[in-house]
Structure formats: C-alpha cells, structure tokens
C-alpha cells in the first residue's frame, strides 16, 4: 500500500511502550497494532489529533505517502 505509517519509528525515538502509547491516546494496543502494520483502512481525523498530541508531531510525521513501483 502507498500510505506509510511511522508509529513505530515516532514510538522509538521518544521511548514509548505500545501499550502506554495505546492508553494515552485512547485505543487498544491491537488497533496500534493494526496501524503500524499497514492494515489500516481508514484512520478517523479525531484519532490522528490524539496520535499527534500523544507524540508532539504533525500527521505528516505519522502517515506517508511511498508510490507503487
């Protein structure tokens, strides 16, 4: 899929367990889980706030774009 979450990457460099993560921003560590491995469908704009409050980024920062080659 061309959309690229970084949870992982964000998670890593500011030390954060799956599961504080999870807690702080309000959804289940298997929804993180579902995220982080690109079987998203959709990510509603209220958990993309709480993701870029939790980690102090822009949603830039957690979703990419990576064409198909």
Do not use: H, W
């Not at 990457?9 to 807690?23: D, K, P, T, Y």
């Not at 706030?49 to 979703?63: F, M, Y």
Request: glycine share 6%; proline share 6%.
């Amino acid at each position: 899929m061309p959309i690229v979450v970084d949870i992982d990457v964000l998670l890593a460099q500011r030390n954060m367990s799956v599961g504080e993560f999870a807690a702080a921003v309000g959804i289940t560590p298997a929804n993180i889980a579902v995220l982080k491995n690109g079987r998203a469908k959709a990510v509603r704009f209220a958990t993309l706030d709480a993701i870029c409050r939790v980690l102090e980024c822009q949603p830039g920062d957690v979703l990419r774009y990576v064409p198909d080659e």
